[in-house]
């Protein structure tokens, strides 16, 4: 069985994202860039059903900047057979991206698509979903459990108050949440041996996908920040506060 | 040389992987080193590994860069977009009253040594991360994310390499589920580029006695924020230092102000580790001269973006240990090459790494165990001279107090020329000359305002410093009760003030006083190493990747 | 302008938290909405009181394919012909069936949006709530979650909508709906709670921690803790708050002994009331709670409990 998982350089989550001065967008120049972390998720769920023997190839790829080849590799280093690199220096879009991905579904033939459910950069939600969509194909979002067994694929999801569980035919797209599995470390020796792996690189045209965004950013800005509230003397006022001028209790 | 929690667990499983050379450190020396052995030996197989998590990562210095070393090694570099944009213009150095400032006069005849002219004002992260891409270029294979926990020794005696850090270890020292062995980088030389107090140079320091006859290192602790403050205050090229108050006579260090880049001002300061009062608190010393009258106006209405803090070595020629080993070297600040008065370490930091790289080549040539001629290689460049005349400086602040060393330092400058026919010496390391808290006089800090001062912690959260929760404890105090009987009876938790990260707290003063360590707030500065007054506290490498996160600009 | 806004519901009745997006959509024209999954019909009556509600789709379908996201969002497409936009609270039944819909019409969701400032141009949290993204749309249709603490919601009666039936539109099927399971734990999630109590250093012990329950249970609330109080033992660490742990944005938080460390207010900030309890007055806490007190938390824990004793 192959797997193709999508792959995303993003701000690296350990680091305070720091809005521009002019507000046009957040500062990314000179910041550390990671793999999104719930596509480290997805990575190992494949890499974990490839030594479970259910999956044979795992194909990471990646829609992005030169720069993403980072990432590719750092995929490759925690288990990803090979990789794709789609070259493009345009703000990528669930759309968009999702469209790449079907093309390139159409000709790899992966029997799974596994997504990180969101991007912690523009936190949209919505690629794995709108893949599916486009290809017509069941989907299983925000999966905390996968199972494949006889050609179809069980997914645990997590949905508000509990757990779903749904059977889904492959070809399928699993998107995964947190609580999938801790990903591996990518090991200093897997990380050399995956210089060796191959990377191939093309671009969106190669595939016939237009990029452009549909949503234009017109600025960027911090939350406001919170101000200090009053200090009351009581719980009784307290109480009373919060059931008739705050309204939460 | 092993790191008792992993030696059974990683021994017998490691892989292995061999080179001509492997370089521990991503700093300017270490990647200056790399660049040199791949221009002179094309053919040595060069690994550089990094404990941060991208080069840089860990890299914090004012900084202002004297191009000399890097003009010899990349001569090409302006064209090469070396990140390099902001010359300085102007020069300034300020004696610090409570209140006032003067600036000293004819500062380029006083204080030859400040002189910066032709001199750059950038991030020396940013800088790491081009020579990075230089090196990478020329076929360096450089690894983020990995620190070198262990030296490799064969039973000649003889370094043979690094093994990286275990990870996925847990808490309690046993392996975790996504446990990974380190991995064992051998070598034919391994340079050690630790910088400031590099933990696996504390080993082989001491295995191969490479202090001795050396005097004791001393160092300073460097706290630094980088603000982006409104355009009108902005004055790109301009360099500022002060002495003075807020630290007493006994104290030295200082502090500084670059304007660079978009609208970006790197303020900092260093105080000299060899300070006696227990109270002191460097960082609080830091964020109150930021409300100086000669500092405050360019804080108003700016930003803090991120802040950092490191040890430098400040030792100078009479503390550089013996260098060479069989198998490896010191390069750096780790050996300690940085000219205080200048206050700049950078160029001679890449020199030595230049020069080391070169006796590597020349022993790979002709397979010697030590890159001996790295010593006289040193001794016959400009460093060397650099160096000895700035020798008298740092000590005579150290005998003189801070007037006399002023005074000293002008004689040696304007009459000497550095040629003083005497060398004075380093006695005593930094954490002996601590006093009693008995007889040290309290020190009465402001409280931070929130607007240009703050506290530790939110300080700590603009490093981006994050360690995996569950590892063992990096910082480890070899003995506990010691803490009690001496860190806290005599000279009340040093530790809990000279740590810019918050790392040690005092829990349950008032009833029985005990340690705790915040070890995840860790910004890997080393001065606990240094300053402890028993040289209680070991502070060994995390994880790989842990600790700090020092952006673009810092 | 015409609105659908795709309603989650419970038990028969609507969520308050569609009630927002209902908000939402009001604010950009006419408001249809559609319901579906079990107790549909039950739904549609409750929906149809909700005022400015002009139609109500419902899809009474018995065999569980309205649970699943491919035939929901195939419907969503079909019905699009009529609407504008496409609303929906961010809830993850929405977020699961919007963006199969928006790739259904060719075009480009916009999530969890936080204010409206015209019919193309919306406000939306990134990088975590890092930031906030005002985003213009090219898309002749919109399909949009809303964030539903940032809209007040509309009222629950007063309304009179038509129900009309709509069907699940045939697929290709390959997606099976198996089970639910909801959780069953008399305390809700952490991470998606309505209100939260949280100990930091203040409560002194494993013991004392403790004392937070009868406030907790009174409130229906999810419990948490500071860094401190995880490293100092009183609870384990998946009740941690902050930088390193969770990060909650509930209507209601209340710090019982937390100093407010700004590496828990990255945990907690973006929750809508803020209450502090803490006896040292100079706490950071107090800079960013709406209501504070300045006291002994052990003396004021039970006194809390007694008022809302009182009353409900």
């Known amino acids: 069985m192959k797997v193709l998982v999508p792959v995303k350089r993003v701000i690296d989550y350990n680091i305070k994202p720091r809005v521009k001065a002019d507000g046009s967008g957040v500062e990314t120049a000179g910041v550390k860039m990671s793999m999104n972390p719930f596509d480290e998720i997805a990575v190992e769920e494949a890499v974990r059903l490839k030594e479970k023997g259910v999956v044979s190839e795992i194909i990471a790829v990646s829609i992005g900047e030169a720069k993403a080849q980072d990432t590719l590799r750092t995929a490759m280093a925690m288990g990803a057979d090979r990789s794709i690199l789609v070259e493009t220096d345009v703000v990528t879009e669930p759309l968009a991206v999702a469209k790449v991905l079907k093309a390139l579904v159409e000709k790899e033939k992966p029997d799974l698509v596994i997504l990180g459910k969101q991007a912690i950069d523009d936190d949209m939600n919505a690629t794995g979903q709108m893949l599916a969509g486009l290809l017509d194909r069941p989907q299983a979002t925000f999966a905390s459990k996968v199972e494949v067994a006889d050609g179809a694929v069980t997914v645990t999801r997590e949905i508000d108050g509990g757990a779903q569980t749904i059977k889904l035919a492959l070809p399928a797209i699993i998107t995964a949440d947190l609580r999938l599995n801790e990903p591996r470390y990518a090991s200093l020796p897997n990380i050399m041996k995956a210089r060796k792996k191959p990377m191939e690189k093309i671009t969106p045209a190669d595939l016939g996908v237009d990029m452009t965004p549909r949503l234009s950013v017109i600025s960027v800005a911090e939350p406001p920040e919170r101000k200090a509230g009053i200090k009351l003397d009581s719980a009784a006022e307290l109480v009373s506060r919060l059931r008739n001028e705050a309204k939460v209790i | ?554 | 302008m015409t609105v659908l806004v795709f309603l989650d519901h419970e038990g028969g009745v609507i969520r308050q938290a569609s009630r927002s997006a209902i908000a939402a959509a009001s604010r950009l024209g006419d408001v249809d909405v559609l319901v579906t999954g079990p107790d549909a019909a039950a739904a549609a009556k409750s929906a149809a009181a909700i005022p400015g509600v002009k139609k109500v789709l419902q899809v009474t379908d018995t065999t569980g394919s309205s649970e699943l996201a491919e035939p929901v969002a195939a419907l969503l497409a079909q019905l699009a012909d009529g609407y504008t936009h496409i609303l929906a609270t961010s809830s993850a039944t929405a977020k699961n069936v919007l963006p199969r819909a928006a790739a259904l019409l060719d075009v480009q969701p916009i999530p969890d949006i936080v204010a409206i400032n015209d019919a193309d141009t919306f406000v939306r949290p990134i990088y975590a709530g890092s930031a906030l993204a005002t985003v213009k749309s090219a898309d002749a249709k919109k399909v949009i979650t809303v964030r539903a603490s940032s809209f007040e919601p509309v009222a629950a009666e007063g309304g009179n909508a038509v129900i009309e039936d709509v069907a699940l539109p045939a697929g290709p099927g390959g997606s099976t709906f198996v089970s639910t399971e909801l959780s069953k734990s008399e305390r809700p999630e952490l991470e998606s709670a309505r209100v939260v109590v949280s100990g930091g250093n203040g409560m002194q012990n494993e013991e004392n921690f403790k004392l937070l329950e009868p406030l907790a249970d009174r409130l229906g609330a999810a419990i948490g803790a500071s860094r401190a109080a995880v490293d100092k033992g009183f609870v384990s660490n998946e009740y941690q708050v902050g930088q390193t742990g969770k990060i909650v944005a509930p209507e209601l938080y209340i710090a019982m002994g937390i100093s407010g460390a700004i590496q828990h207010l990255a945990g907690m900030k973006d929750s809508k009331v803020i209450v502090a309890v803490n006896k040292d007055p100079e706490a950071p806490i107090f800079q960013v709670a709406d209501y504070g007190i300045v006291g002994d938390l052990f003396t004021i824990l039970p006194q809390l409990e007694a008022e809302l004793d009182k009353a409900g």
């Open chain 2, 1 to 554: 040389m092993t790191q008792e929690d992993n030696r059974g667990m990683s021994e017998t499983t490691r892989e292995t992987m061999e080179f001509d050379v492997v370089i521990v450190g991503g700093g300017p020396s270490g990647l200056a080193a790399a660049i040199r052995l791949r221009q002179v030996a094309p053919d040595a197989s060069v690994c550089l590994i990094e404990k941060g998590s991208e080069i840089g990562a860990h890299i914090l210095s004012g900084a202002v860069i004297e191009p000399r070393a890097l003009e010899e090694l990349l001569p090409h570099w302006r064209e090469e977009g070396a990140p390099l944009n902001t010359p300085v213009t102007e020069e300034q150095m300020l004696y610090l009253t409570r209140k006032g400032s003067l600036e000293v006069p004819f500062l380029d005849r006083v204080m030859p040594h400040m002189s910066n002219h032709g001199n750059y004002i950038t991030s020396l992260g940013d800088l790491c991360r081009w020579l990075a891409g230089r090196a990478e270029e020329l076929g360096v294979e450089i690894y983020p994310g990995f620190a070198g926990a262990e030296v490799l020794v064969d039973d000649g005696g003889r370094v043979i390499g690094v093994a990286t850090g275990d990870m996925g270890v847990g808490r309690d020292g046993q392996p975790g589920d996504n446990y990974a062995p380190g991995m064992e980088l051998r070598a034919k030389y391994t340079l050690f580029a630790e910088g400031c107090r590099g933990s696996l140079t504390k080993q082989v320091t001491a295995m191969y006695n490479l202090r001795k006859g050396v005097d004791p290192q001393t160092y300073g602790l460097g706290i630094k924020e980088l603000w982006e403050i409104p355009k009108e205050m902005h004055r790109p090229g301009l360099v500022q230092h002060s002495f003075g108050w807020p630290l007493d006579d006994r104290t030295y260090g200082g502090a500084w102000m670059y304007h660079f880049g978009d609208n970006l001002v790197s303020y900092g300061f260093v105080v000299g580790l060899d300070y006696p009062n227990t109270w002191l608190s460097p960082f609080d010393e830091m964020q109150r001269v930021k409300l100086h009258p000669a500092f405050r106006p360019y804080f108003e209405g700016g930003r803090r973006i991120a802040y950092g803090a490191r040890a430098l070595s400040e030792g100078g020629i009479q503390s550089i240990p013996r260098l060479t080993f069989p198998g490896g070297a010191l390069i750096g600040d780790t050996a300690g090459f940085l000219n205080v008065p200048k206050i700049k370490g950078t160029h001679t930091a890449m020199k030595s790494g230049m020069l080391a790289a070169e006796a590597v080549a020349e022993a790979l040539a002709t397979n010697r165990a030590e890159p001996g001629s790295y010593t006289r290689r040193v001794r016959d460049s400009w460093l060397w001279p650099e160096l000895r005349g700035v020798r008298n400086i740092r000590p005579a602040f150290a005998k003189f107090g801070m007037k006399g060393g002023a005074l000293y330092s002008g004689i040696d400058a304007m009459l000497l020329r550095g040629r003083a026919p005497w060398t004075l010496h380093t006695r005593h390391a930094d954490n002996e000359v601590l006093e009693p808290a008995s007889i040290s006089p309290k020190i009465d800090y402001p409280k931070p305002d929130g607007k240009i001062t703050f506290d530790r912690l939110s300080s700590v959260f603009l490093s981006s410093t994050n360690h995996e929760e569950d590892q063992p404890v990096h910082l480890k105090v070899r003995n506990m009760s010691l803490w009690k009987t001496v860190n806290w009876d005599v000279f009340r938790a040093p530790e809990s003030r000279y740590c810019p990260a918050g790392v040690y707290e005092v829990a349950d003063e008032a009833t029985d006083p005990k340690l705790q360590i915040n070890a995840q707030n860790c910004v890997h500065c080393k001065t606990c190493d240094i300053k402890d007054p028993t040289q209680n506290i070991d502070w060994a490498t995390p994880e790989g990747a842990g600790g700090p996160n020092y952006p673009g600009g810092m």
